[in-house]
């Protein structure tokens, strides 16, 4: 089919009207084609989730698809013919204009990320591509197309804050935390592994793991790495390391595999210094090795110092005969010696046990330093130069001021021993306050104030096998005959006793340093006193109920009493003192009582239940040592007094008339 355009021609002068005939067909199709090419751009453009316009050179829109009517909310009148600065705030205006004018002036597309507010103010972002093109009038154009990429900068932006968290976790880890590829070698590894090994990691990076295992180790971790890389996950181990300077280091070791889908591609690891730990550990397998030989040794002492007791009590009997022979009364009194040196051997024992009775006080530990000072210069001698020094505002201390000198004495022994050849022995005190955050070395450290006591000499220091052992009851290093090996472990006892701790630090050939921890006291130490009786006890006759278990002992303390004029009542338990009370209440004035007694009731006990009966009950309590030392004075606290094994009659008397003309 051909198409024809059809014109009348008139001709005036002829009189005629002409028509006239054109084929049309080829500009036909040629128009058809082009509305059809139009229709399909604007179908293509209209539908597209890409945002879609033109721009004349002046920056006007003569066209806009509808995505970009939708986005910004505008209709197509209200953008074309219209410029960005009509429609976009200034700065966003003025940048696409420039990103405009470059494509035109370059000839040649472009594309950038540009930021731009849609209707509702919400930032949007969007990849923008620019082109130019010319019409077949010679006019220039700008077209550009712009994908939303809002939700995927989201997405890249949570995975890099993602990857920077794991990056900031992995690198600031104190643990060792690295990967291993399938054969052996590693792939990645954090800071802390630089520390641990002693290596920077340049240096691992792709060289074997069981390289730097201890070659003891090595078949442990082969065999471990095999399970994680059939997929399971073995148990942790515990590995050692050597580092760059050939040190060996224990770690434990966690490892789980590394997976790519379903695959195993290698091995990822965390590694972890338990040198402070097992330090820790066995610290407490110290302390607790202690505790056990303090307990063996207060039972020992218990028993013994009731044996000593008897043996001091007669041989102070024998001495008060005035028709005694000089020579044996000389002979009594060396045993008596003896007894005394053994007594004192015993309160060692009971000191490194903590079972010894304190007697506490509110003193300031400079004056106890400083009272002190003379006696130790004799001690040291001329060879040792002794140096003081304290805090002088350190605050007080509630402790037994006699074994708080036994402790400076005893550290203070054990220096100049160190010393033979003359040196330093500085003695220092400071107030110390731990908080939760602070460093401790020493597992019996705790937040708080404490008056830290600080012994340190120019010595010949101890080795690292004897410094685990210092404690230890008859632990000695000196030479046979120079030393029992009670000396530390008093002072540990006496320490721990005054709920504190000790912190050791010596070498070899460079002296010692002992730190020692005790609770400060808030209140004021003031000029608390003790009044000492001293001259001739005097008896009386009041009726005394004695409660010993031990026969040799109960009938030592009759006698004694009765040569002071009192009446005495005995039993051997706890069940026959409460047959004695039943029938003689109204008149016993006091109860003298073993702590430690048979048949299921104790001194304390006893003594509560007759304190019950009869208020206005006086009481003494003794003992060599026992756990309920701590209770005394706390429930029948204005009638009660406790005497320590061994004693002598006079001391018996003594503690006997006092509590009586107490009122």
């Known amino acids: 089919m051909r198409w024809l355009s059809w014109s009348d021609v008139l001709l005036p002068e002829a009189g005629l009207i002409y028509g006239v005939a054109r084929d049309i067909t080829d500009e036909k199709q040629t128009r058809d084609a082009l509305r059809e090419s139009e229709a399909r751009f604007e179908a293509f453009m209209e539908d597209n989730p890409a945002v879609a316009w033109m721009k004349d050179e002046a920056g006007r829109y003569v066209y806009v698809n509808q995505t970009l009517r939708k986005v910004y909310g505008v209709d197509r009148a209200e953008v074309l013919g219209k410029t960005d600065r009509e429609l976009l705030p200034e700065p966003v ?16 597309p472009a594309g950038y990320t540009e930021t731009i507010p849609d209707s509702e103010g919400r930032i949007r972002s969007w990849r923008i591509w620019k082109f130019p093109f010319e019409d077949v009038t010679g006019h220039h154009y700008v077209g550009g197309l712009a994908f939303d990429i809002t939700e995927r900068i989201k997405a890249e932006e949570a995975v890099r804050q993602s990857e920077e968290s794991y990056r900031s976790l992995v690198e600031g880890a104190r643990d060792a935390i690295f990967s291993i590829s399938r054969d052996g070698s590693f792939t990645s590894l954090n800071a802390a592994a630089e520390t641990l090994t002693g290596r920077k990691n340049q240096e691992l990076l792709g060289g074997a793991f069981a390289r730097i295992l201890h070659p003891e180790d090595q078949p442990k971790a082969v065999e471990a790495f095999q399970q994680v890389l059939n997929g399971a996950v073995p148990p942790t181990l515990e ?16 490892v789980t595999p590394q997976r790519l889908g379903n695959d195993v591609i290698g091995v990822l690891g965390i590694a972890r210094d338990i040198r402070e730990r ?10 607790q090795k202690l505790d056990s030989i303090g307990q063996l040794a207060a039972g020992i002492a218990h028993d013994f110092n009731n044996i000593l007791t008897v043996q001091q009590g007669h041989a ?18 060396e045993m008596g010696d003896a007894v005394d040196r053994a007594a004192a051997l015993t309160r060692q024992l009971l000191l490194f046990s903590r079972k010894q009775t304190l007697q506490p006080k509110l003193l300031n530990l400079n ?6 000072a003379k006696m130790l210069g004799r001690i040291l001698g001329e060879d040792i130069e002794l140096h003081i020094g304290g805090d002088g505002r350190l605050p007080s201390l509630k402790a037994d001021p006699g074994m708080i000198e036994q402790v400076i004495m005893n550290l203070a022994v054990n220096a100049r021993d160190a010393m033979p050849e003359g040196g330093h022995l500085d003695i220092s005190t400071s107030a110390v306050r731990l908080d939760e955050s602070a460093p401790r070395d020493n597992p019996e450290a705790r937040p708080g104030t404490f008056v830290c006591l600080r012994i340190s000499d120019t010595g010949t220091g101890i080795s690292p096998d004897a410094l685990d052992r210092i404690f230890e009851p008859f632990f000695t290093t000196k030479d046979v005959g120079k030393g029992t090996g009670l000396g530390l472990p008093t002072v540990h006892g006496i320490v721990r006793q005054h709920e504190g701790w000790i912190e050791v630090e010596s070498r070899e050939g460079a002296g010692a340093n002992f730190a020692i921890f005790l609770p400060a006291c808030v209140e004021d130490a003031g000029a608390e006193a003790e009044a000492i009786s001293t001259g001739t006890v005097r008896g009386g006759s009041e009726t005394i109920l004695v409660v010993e278990d031990e026969k040799p002992q109960r009938d030592m303390v009759r006698i004694i009493l009765e040569q002071y004029g009192y009446t005495v009542l005995v039993a051997d338990n706890g069940v026959h003192a409460f047959d004695v009370w039943k029938r003689s209440a109204a008149n016993i004035d006091l109860l003298l009582s073993d702590l430690v007694l048979p048949e299921g009731i104790n001194g304390l006990q006893l003594a509560e239940k007759l304190h019950q009966d009869k208020p206005e009950l006086l009481v003494v309590l003794s003992s060599g040592y026992s756990p309920d030392l701590a209770k005394v004075n706390v429930s029948i606290t204005d009638g009660a007094r ?22």
């Open 316 to 333: 102070s009997l024998l001495l008060m005969n005035e028709d005694l022979p000089p020579a044996c009364a000389e002979s009594i009194r």
């Open 278 to 287: 097992r330090h820790l550990e066995e610290q407490l397998r110290q302390s």
């Open 642 to 663: 406790f005497l320590q094994n061994p004693y002598s009659p006079h001391m018996l008397a003594q503690t006997v008339r006092e509590m009586l003309d107490h009122t």
């Open 367 to 372: 004056e106890v330093v400083a009272n002190l």
């Open 239 to 254: 590995l050692r390391i050597m580092t760059k300077e050939s040190y060996c280091i224990p770690l434990e070791l966690t």
């Open 93 to 108: 205006a003025a940048e696409l204009r420039t990103n405009d004018q470059a494509v035109l002036e370059k000839d040649t």
